[in-house]
């Protein structure tokens, strides 16, 4: 009788590992099919722009060799350096499936399912870390990854850079929880996500470098760091330049031995009135001003600020406060113009923020939630 039972629970915990593969594998096929029904896949202008890196990826690849810093596939065939401004080595999730299948839609469309599926995976690390409990976790990462943002930066932008970034960034939040909780593996987690966001998307990696920054200063204020979490903060940081030094070398490089050209300076944020309209109507086609995180996780933000009034404790008040703060300086209520001819403009339209909110929301959401649990079972999670 005890071995019967003792192969149960065995099978039991043999079971929850490919269950949640599973869970993993049918929500990223959720997140890519729709894109691909009727055999079609809508571009934008970023979308042709990555197309046309892909394919020159590809072609290198295809006769063996590296692929060009200097590319001539689309662009007029004129050679623009998207290569070297816009690392590629992250690329290759949809460049391998385009040299071992002949359908040039079905591996983009598989290129795609692996990107949500990395996305899945990343927010589901960082969700049972700190929630505690799987269904809190199915929670969290259902909300980070069913984001109308990120799917407008899929599908819609086809802003694939940012959606690389978007997909790392749960890696680097793991890494600074893991940090702050004293454990070393937080080295390794956080070097891993900005290395991999190092050598995807420029831009991303300065934004989240900055968003790094912000939270160690204030843990710094808050009397919360100590000499082992600089420690390990400067081990991460050796260990993301080495694995990033190839991307981040070519960047360098370019800049410093060409004049480069930059977009019109200018930095449009989103309009609240038009992002309003756009979540009742559930519109995310592409708009620089109108963008939005969805109607679902708006509403969950709303309901955390919300809580504020009645929770006076619990760490998910700062990041419920943190996103909120953010998704207020996102809105085109201040005067942005006045930031022109500023770095600030490097980051050109606001709505690039929401990658953080999404991040904020979902940590509060989690913390909350398994907050709620402690109380209900008397016990106590992070």
Not at 114 to 124: A, E, L, Q, V
Not at 190 to 207: D, T
Not at 258 to 287: C, Q, W, Y
Request: aromatic letters at 12%.
């Amino acid at each position: 009788m005890l071995s019967i039972r003792f192969k149960r629970i065995l099978t039991s915990v043999q079971a929850k590992p490919i269950i949640n593969v599973l869970i993993i594998l049918v929500l990223a096929f959720v997140s890519s099919y729709p894109a691909f029904t009727g055999h079609f896949f809508a571009l934008s202008n970023d979308g042709a722009i990555h197309l046309a890196r892909l394919e020159s990826l590809y072609q290198a690849f295809k006769v063996g060799r590296l692929p060009s810093l200097v590319n001539f596939i689309g662009f007029n065939n004129s050679g623009v350096a998207m290569n070297a401004m816009y690392p590629w080595l992250t690329m290759m999730i949809y460049v391998i499936p385009r040299l071992l299948i002949q359908s040039p839609m079905l591996a983009l469309a598989l290129g795609f399912f692996i990107m949500n599926t990395i996305t899945i995976t990343n927010s589901y690390l960082l969700a049972k870390y700190l929630g505690h409990s799987r269904l809190i976790t199915l929670l969290g990462l259902i909300t980070y990854q069913f984001n109308a943002y990120h799917f407008q930066l899929m599908y819609t932008r086809v802003a694939i850079g940012e959606a690389f970034g978007y997909a790392f960034l749960p890696l680097v939040i793991l890494g600074l929880f893991k940090i702050w909780n004293r454990e070393k593996s937080g080295i390794f987690w956080l070097s891993i996500g900005m290395s991999l966001v190092a050598n995807s998307h420029v831009l991303s990696l300065m934004m989240f470098t900055i968003l790094v920054g912000i939270l160690e200063t204030i843990r710094l204020f808050s009397r919360k760091m100590d000499l082992n979490e600089l420690k390990y903060l400067m081990l991460s940081v050796g260990l993301t330049i080495l694995m990033s030094l190839y991307s981040l070398f070519n960047v360098i490089d370019w800049i410093l031995h060409n004049k480069m050209v930059s977009p019109t300076p200018a930095l449009i944020g989103l309009d609240p009135n038009h992002e309003f309209s756009r979540i009742l109507s559930n519109d995310i086609t592409e708009s620089a001003t109108g963008a939005h995180m969805g109607i679902a996780i708006t509403f969950i933000l709303i309901y955390l600020l919300a809580q504020l009034l009645s929770k006076t404790t619990g760490s998910w008040r700062y990041w419920a406060i943190g996103a909120g703060s953010i998704f207020i300086l996102a809105q085109n209520w201040l005067p942005t113009y006045k930031l022109i001819n500023t770095p600030a403009t490097l980051i050109q339209f606001t709505m690039r923020f929401l990658t953080i909110v999404a991040m904020g929301t979902t940590i509060a959401l989690i913390i909350f939630k398994s907050q709620q649990l402690a109380h209900a079972c008397n016990c106590h999670f992070y």
